[in-house]
């Protein structure tokens, strides 16, 4: 059972983490930069020259780990899926550097007996050596074992209104069935992206792709599309997790002018993440 106190107040650890073009190169293929080895635009992520670390990389650097499954917090581990995501991109990565990670809880609404909660949390991602401040980023975790607990109802953060006109373009990529094995790696060790036994119990019929890895994905066909191949003028993104992914399906993004965007699984018909907003210089 969660307690609210303590779980608001829950000492997250500062993670310090070291990173190079090893690192910055990893996380690009792994949410599939260069999948087409003939987009010479891609080249600049992956190793041609000086790397250029994607700008979803803040996600993945810092990253406190599977800290939600530790006893103390209360939570039903198993159970629990990344229902949003967000990111504000303050100053660019260099292509090598260390970087504290700085954790907290930041709200936690009990939806109600067998309907379980949301807990809301956000990082800040700093140079460890001047304090400068690269990107600050946020989640929102469905708790789907762990309403009633007797917390507050909300305040709820709204979602964002996709246009009811036709989008204006669209990016298209399949996945691989090997890459939530390949995306783990970036820091991200819950076993329901690895063990078939742990996705059985907690109701899927297989290891699923990370969120974060199908946002990168998103972010991708962002960078291409949105803002004519120049990473520098993306300055964030939020989006919703609305369906998972099985690694191997084929993913499209559609984007309207505006920064809007979903991504849907081609094959299913089903729209994967939804609410999709970008901000865009």
Known sequence: ??????????????????YGPREAAFYALS???????????????VGAGQ???????????????????RPDTGVDAVRLVHGEQWISLHHPLPAQGTVIGRTRVTG????????????YSEKQLINAETGLLYATTGSTTFLRGDGGF?????????????PKTAPDMAHETATRPEQALWYRWNG?????HLDPAVAAKAGFERPILHGLCTLGIAAHGLVARLCDGDPARLKGLQARF??????????????WRDGSFRTLAVERDVVVIGNGLARVE
């Open 188 to 192: 991200d060790d819950n076993p329901l």
């Open 108 to 119: 936690l609404v009990d939806k109600g007996e067998g309907r379980g909660a949301l807990l």
């Open 51 to 69: 790397i250029i670390p994607f700008p979803t990389m803040p996600l993945v650097l810092g990253h406190p780990g599977f800290w939600l499954a």
């Open 1 to 18: 059972m969660i307690d609210y106190d303590h779980l608001m107040a829950y000492p997250i650890p500062d993670v310090r983490q070291s």
């Open 31 to 45: 949410i599939g930069v260069g999948h087409d080895p003939m987009d010479e635009a891609d080249l600049a992520f």
């Open 150 to 162: 007797g917390g507050p109802e909300g305040p709820v953060k709204p979602a964002h209104t996709l």
């Open 242 to 255: 609305t369906a998972t992914v099985s690694p191997g399906e084929r993913l499209r993004t559609e984007i």
